[in-house]
T-cell receptor
Framework: GAVVSQHPSWVICKSGTSVKIECRSL??????MFWYRQFPKQSLMLMAT?????????EQGVEKDKFLINHASLTLSTLTVTSAHPEDSSFYIC????????????FGPGTRLTVL | AQKVTQAQTEISVVEKEDVTLDCVYE???????LFWYKQPPSGELVFLIR??????QNEISGRYSWNFQKSTSSFNFTITASQVVDSAVYFC?????????????FGQGTELSVKP
């Protein structure tokens, strides 16, 4: 079945540093990937839609200069949290849409980011 | 605008009880998908079901069943003879098929606690 991986699964960093999170579709190609953020005891909120070979589309209120998204290949999208601060601590989840199965999305296991 | 409401924030039941999780959605689109996901403490989303807006048939899968009623814009989820392993947060989600670029709109989630 379709598998999506995320790396790292958890990361702790100091305030002011940048952190890169990878999202990979392991056995299918994904022209579109989605990045969600989930704060404790809250729902998943879409941050941005990542399209292979083009710029990401950010949801209202999400700072594009702070959350850099790159989707350079059909199997990899990266989210870089630049100059991270404690309020960026959250659970980041990606999903990937199978290019041959419209609207069929598969979720990664998530990355827990803690900023000290 | 599209919206998903899960009015029950937390539900606590004793093992072997039946429990129904409510989901009400709002959309003006006529073509959409509805989903249910389970999120155990590990954080990884587990896909449970996807239902097309044109398919109002109820579905049963083992102890799980879903009741989709377009007339009331509801997509409720029932667990029969609940077990401790069912303890998790459950999310209902809405996806427009032709609009919104395939993004998922999640409800607030219902935290189910099944006690032995």
């Amino acid at each position: 079945g379709a598998v999506v991986s995320q790396h790292p699964s958890w990361v702790i960093c100091k305030s002011g540093t940048s952190v890169k999170i990878e999202c990979r579709s392991l056995d299918f190609q994904a022209t579109t990937m989605f990045w969600y953020r989930q704060f404790p005891k809250q729902s998943l909120m879409l941050m941005a839609t990542s399209n292979e070979g083009s710029k990401a589309t950010y949801e209202q209120g999400v700072e594009k200069d702070k959350f850099l998204i790159n989707h350079a290949s059909l199997t990899l999208s990266t989210l870089t949290v630049t100059s991270a601060h404690p309020e960026d601590s959250s659970f980041y989840i990606c999903s990937a849409e199978d290019r041959w199965a419209y609207n069929e999305q598969f979720f990664g296991p998530g990355t827990r980011l803690t900023v000290l | 605008a599209q919206k998903v409401t899960q009015a029950q924030t937390e539900i606590s039941v004793v093992e072997k009880e039946d429990v129904t999780l409510d989901c009400v959605y709002e959309t003006r689109d006529t073509t959409y998908y509805l989903f249910w996901y389970k999120q155990p403490p590990s954080g990884e989303l587990v896909f449970l079901i996807r239902r097309n807006s044109f398919d109002e048939q109820n579905e049963i899968s083992g102890r799980y069943s879903w009741n989709f009623q377009k007339s009331t814009s509801s997509f409720n989820f029932t667990i029969t003879a609940s077990q401790v392993v069912d303890s998790a947060v459950y999310f209902c989600a809405l996806q427009m098929i032709y609009n919104q670029g395939g993004k998922l709109i999640f409800g607030q989630g219902t935290e189910l606690s099944v006690k032995p």
